[in-house]
C-alpha cells in the first residue's frame, strides 16, 4: 500500500519504518527540514533503540517530505502521529492535528479517489469527530463515501518501541465504516496481534484509560512503598509477592521517585483535567497524580535525614537524568525536578547521564557536568541514583551515602550493593 505518515516525531518515525518493514511505501511528512533530511539519509532523527538500523534497512520505502499536500494526494492511507501538548494544567492542544486535517480537507477539493484518515496521536474523546467535521466542512466532501476516519491508538514504550511495533498486545481499530478498517488491517498485515474493532470514542478512550491504569499501578506500589518504608519493610519483595497473584500481575509494580516521560503525566492529568470540565471529579486520577508530585520529595526527606537538614554547600551526586533508561528523553523526568529542590536548597551537583546530558546542560548550564558517573561520585559527599541505567550497578561507590530511587540495586542484587545503601521504599 501507499501510506502517508504526518508527524516525524517518536511515534510517526517508528510506524513508518514498522510500516515499510512489512513492505508498504511510505511517504513521512513533517515540518523540519532537519528531520527530513536525516530520514532521507536512511538514519533515525532521534536515538530509539534499533531504529537506526530499521531505517537504513528500509530506507528505500521511506521518503520524507515537507510536503503534505503532494503525500496526501499519492497515497490512499493516512497516519496523523502529530503531537497533542499539553499545558500545565492538563490541557491538550489539539491544534497541530486540526491543523493537518484542514490541509487534508483543502487536498480532498482536488482528489478524485477516497481517502483514508487514520488518528494516531492520542487524542481526548470527541476529537476524530471534531476532525471529521474539519475536514468535511473544508472540502465539502462526505464520511464515508468520499474520505473516512478511524482512530488507532499507539501503546509504544520509548526504548522498546521497534520491539512493540512488531510485537503489539492488540491494535485497536476504532471506526463504524468497514472500508477502513480493511484498510488499517492491510496495513498491519504480516504482525500476529489480535485486533479489537471498536467505536472511535472507545478507541481514544482505550489509550488514555491504559496509560491511567499504569499509571495508578505505579502510585500503588509507590504508596505501599512508603507505607512499607515505615515499617522497615523491602517493597519489592511485597510488590514481588503481589504479582505472582495473576489478577495482580508482576509488571508496572517498581517502586521509586515516580513516573515520567511524554505520556502518563500527560495523559492523566488530560483525562483529569477534561473528567473535570465533563463534571465528574477523578479523586482516583487527581490522587495517583499528587501521590507522583510528591514521590521524588521523599527521596529528599531520606537525603535530609542523613545529612542533618544540612544541605546547603554538600556535595551530591546525580546519576540519571532521563525519565528512564535507554532513553535521553528528560521529559517530566523526576530527576530534573529534584535538581530544582536541591539548587533551590543551594547543593553543588555534580551530574552524570550516559545520554541525556547535551539537553539538560540547556536548562541547568551551571551545573557541575561529569565526564562520567565515578567522577561524579568521587566529588561528592552524597550519591542519588535517579535512573536505572545498567553502568551505575557496576562502580565503586566507596563508603559515599548512595540513596536509590529507581531500584537501581533491586532485590535480586542486594550483593551488589554499596556499603551505605538505602532505598527510597526498600
Ligand atoms: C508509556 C506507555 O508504557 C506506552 O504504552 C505509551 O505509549 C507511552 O507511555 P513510556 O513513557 O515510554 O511508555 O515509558 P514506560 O516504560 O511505560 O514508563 C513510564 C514511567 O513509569 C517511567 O518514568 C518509568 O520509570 C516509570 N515506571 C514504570 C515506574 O516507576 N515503575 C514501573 O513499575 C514501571
Known amino acids: 500500500m501507499k501510506i502517508s505518515v504526518v508527524g516525524a ?29 536525516k530520514i532521507n539519509e536512511g538514519k533515525a532523527p532521534f536515538y530509539e533503540k534499533g531504529l537506526d538500523e530499521l531505517i537504513s534497512e528500509v530506507k528505500d520505502k521511506i521518503k520524507a517530505t515537507l510536503n503534505l499536500k503532494d503525500a496526501i494526494k499519492d497515497t490512499e492511507l493516512t497516519f496523523i502521529c502529530v503531537g497533542t501538548p499539553s499545558r500545565k494544567e492538563g490541557y491538550m492542544h489539539t491544534e497541530y492535528i486540526k491543523a493537518v486535517c484542514m490541509e487534508i480537507g483543502l487536498t480532498l477539493l482536488r ?11 492520542t487524542v481526548l474523546p470527541g476529537t476524530t469527530e471534531e476532525c471529521i467535521k474539519i475536514v468535511s466542512d473544508v472540502s465539502g466532501k462526505k464520511m464515508p463515501n468520499d474520505f473516512s476516519f478511524a482512530m ?13 511495533f512488531f510485537n503489539q498486545d492488540r491494535i485497536v481499530i476504532g471506526s463504524t465504516d468497514k472500508e477502513i478498517i480493511g484498510k488499517v488491517k492491510q496495513a498491519y498485515q504480516g504482525l500476529d496481534s489480535p485486533i479489537l474493532e471498536t467505536k472511535l470514542r472507545e478507541a481514544e478512550m482505550i489509550k488514555y484509560a491504559n496509560n491511567a491504569f499504569l499509571a495508578t499501578k505505579i502510585s500503588f506500589i509507590n504508596e505501599i512503598g512508603n ?57 482516583l486520577l487527581n490522587a495517583v497524580l499528587e501521590i507522583n508530585r510528591d514521590q521524588p520529595m521523599k527521596l529528599l526527606n531520606i537525603m535530609d535525614n542523613k545529612l542533618n537538614g544540612k544541605i546547603k554547600g554538600k556535595n ?55 565526564a562520567n558517573a565515578q567522577e561524579a561520585i568521587d566529588s561528592s559527599d552524597i550519591v542519588l541514583l535517579l535512573t536505572e541505567w545498567p553502568e551505575f550497578e557496576n562502580l565503586d561507590y566507596k563508603d559515599k551515602h548512595v ?4 531500584n537501581v540495586f533491586d532485590a535480586d542484587k542486594t ?4 556499603k551505605n545503601y538505602e532505598g527510597i521504599c526498600w
Open 9 to 37: 516525531g517518536y511515534v510517526g518515525v517508528v510506524l513508518s519504518a514498522g510500516l515499510a518493514k512489512l513492505g508498504h511505501e511510505i511517504i513521512l511528512v513533517d515540518i523540519e527540514e532537519e528531520k527530513v533530511n
Open 111 to 121: 482528489k478524485q479517489e477516497k481517502h483514508y484518515i487514520v488518528i494516531k496521536s
Open 152 to 164: 488507532n491508538p499507539e501503546f509504544l514504550r520509548e526504548g522498546n518501541a521497534v520491539h512493540d
Open 227 to 283: 507505607i512499607c518504608k515505615k515499617f522497615d519493610i523491602d517493597t519489592n519483595v511485597v510488590a514481588k509477592g503481589i504479582g505472582m497473584d495473576f489478577r495482580i500481575g508482576p509488571h508496572f509494580l517498581r517502586s521509586g521517585i515516580g513516573f515520567g516521560g511524554s505520556c502518563f503525566p500527560k495523559d492523566v492529568s488530560a483525562l483529569a483535567y477534561k473528567a473535570t470540565e465533563k463534571g465528574y471529579a477523578p479523586r
Open 316 to 370: 551530591i551526586a546525580i546519576l540519571g537524568l532521563s525519565f528512564k533508561a535507554d532513553t535521553d528523553d528528560t521529559r517530566e523526568s523526576p530527576s530534573l525536578q529534584i535538581i530544582k529542590e536541591l539548587l533551590l536548597e543551594q547543593a553543588n551537583l555534580h551530574v552524570y547521564d550516559p545520554s541525556a546530558m547535551e539537553h539538560v546542560k540547556k536548562l541547568f548550564p551551571h551545573l557541575t557536568y561529569s
Open 403 to 406: 540513596l536509590d530511587g529507581k
Open 415 to 418: 550483593h551488589l550493593r554499596p
